[in-house]
Nanobody
Framework: QVQLVESGGGLVQPGGSLRLSCAAS????????IAWFRQEPGKAREGVSC????????YYTDSVKGRFTISRDNAKNTVLLQMNSLRPEDTAVYYC??????????????GGQGTQVTVSS
């Protein structure tokens, strides 16, 4: 069964860090473009970061540049999102997706239930 599962969310104070994981089963992530999205209640889903399939180019939405880093862990068949210097406005449910066109954050294989990130003091 082809499946993506997000994990690693939690409650963190402003300025803190979290590392999210997007784990795949039933297929490998090595040569696929993977994106992270986030969604707050009542708002549209927002593309946060993407890593391309060909040359590993990375993309970030402006609000997370310099704070978030996307990377692959091929040995674990996962894509990671390291989030540093977290802000209250980063609070959202985070989702991953595969088979993406990174510049447009258009993806064809959606993720799972997402993982909640809450940044609050």
């Amino acid at each position: 069964q082809v499946q993506l599962v997000e994990s690693g969310g939690g409650l963190v104070q402003p300025g803190g860090s979290l590392r999210l994981s997007c784990a795949a089963s039933g297929f490998t992530l090595d040569y696929r473009a993977i994106a992270w999205f986030r969604q707050e209640p009542g708002k549209a889903r927002e593309g946060v970061s993407c890593i391309s399939s060909r040359d590993g180019s990375t993309y970030y939405t402006d609000s997370v540049k310099g704070r978030f880093t996307i990377s692959r862990d091929n040995a674990k068949n996962t894509v990671l999102l390291q989030m540093n210097s977290l802000r209250p406005e980063d609070t959202a449910v985070y989702y991953c997706a595969a088979d993406c066109y990174c510049p447009g954050y258009v993806c064809y294989l959606p993720g799972g239930q997402g993982t909640q990130v809450t940044v609050s003091s």
